[in-house]
């Protein structure tokens, strides 16, 4: 199976400010890699798909980078309605795999 | 405008059984896959299992953690999915939601269901 890894776990930062989350496959998965904002006690919404295409109607401050097996999401300015857990997922191989995520907060 | 309505959570004993459903409209059900993936309070995020649509065989592949206990089913005329689980386990307890897959074997889950909760409880 394959392993997600992803960091940091959570973290806080103003509104403005430039965002990274990065996510690390135990094997290469190509770009078959999916980003995902969930926000409190709702589902999933996918952002990012293939590892870099935008989702239809996502905000162009989100973005998303890599293949083989390192990855990495943007927010290029940090909105207040941003605040939400990302997950990442792979789809290279069954059984398909997440991201711990990581929760972001405004300072 | 496409929705997904789970239903069929609620408090269960050990051991016993319960079958979730998920209601599709505003698309065509029976060419998409349906994937059912859950998320353990305060946890992260597990995918359970998918069925594929008619077209490629509506076949089911499951996570290894629910193989031989749950199983995945869908009603084309209805437009349902089905997830029947069995030998419910505690570690079982989660909020399940139903997806759909945008495109086959693209693993896109495009839209998601509101969730239903299941608490696996003596």
């Known amino acids: 199976d394959i392993q997600m890894t992803q960091s940091p776990p959570s973290l806080s930062a103003s509104v403005g400010a430039r965002v990274t989350i990065t996510c690390q496959a135990s094997q290469d998965i190509s770009n078959f890699l999916n980003w995902y904002q969930q926000k409190p006690g709702k589902a999933p919404k996918l952002l990012i798909y293939?590892?870099?295409n935008l989702e239809t109607g996502v905000p162009s401050r989100f973005s998303g980078s890599g293949s083989g097996t390192d990855f990495t999401f943007t927010i290029s300015s940090l909105q207040p309605e941003d605040i939400a857990t990302y997950f990442c997922?792979?789809?290279?191989?069954?059984?398909?795999?997440f991201g711990g995520g990581t929760k972001v907060e405004i300072k | 405008e496409v929705q997904l309505v789970e239903s069929g959570g609620g408090l269960v004993k050990p051991g016993r059984s319960l079958r979730l459903s998920c209601i599709a409209s505003g698309f065509t059900f029976s060419d998409y896959a349906m994937s059912w993936f859950r998320q353990a309070p305060g946890k992260g995020l597990e995918w359970v299992g998918f069925i594929r649509g008619k077209g490629y065989g509506g076949t089911t592949e499951y996570a290894a953690s629910v193989k031989g206990r749950f199983t995945i089913s869908r009603d084309d005329s209805k437009s349902i999915a089905y997830l029947q689980m069995s030998s419910l386990k505690t570690e079982d307890t989660a909020v399940y939601y139903c997806?759909?897959?945008?495109?086959?074997?693209?693993?896109?889950?495009?839209?998601w269901g509101q969730g239903t909760l299941v608490t696996v409880s003596s």
């Open positions: 997806t759909r897959e945008r495109h086959p074997g693209a693993y896109d889950f495009d839209y």
């Open positions: 997922q792979q789809y290279d191989n069954l059984p398909l795999s």
């Open positions: 293939d590892a870099s």
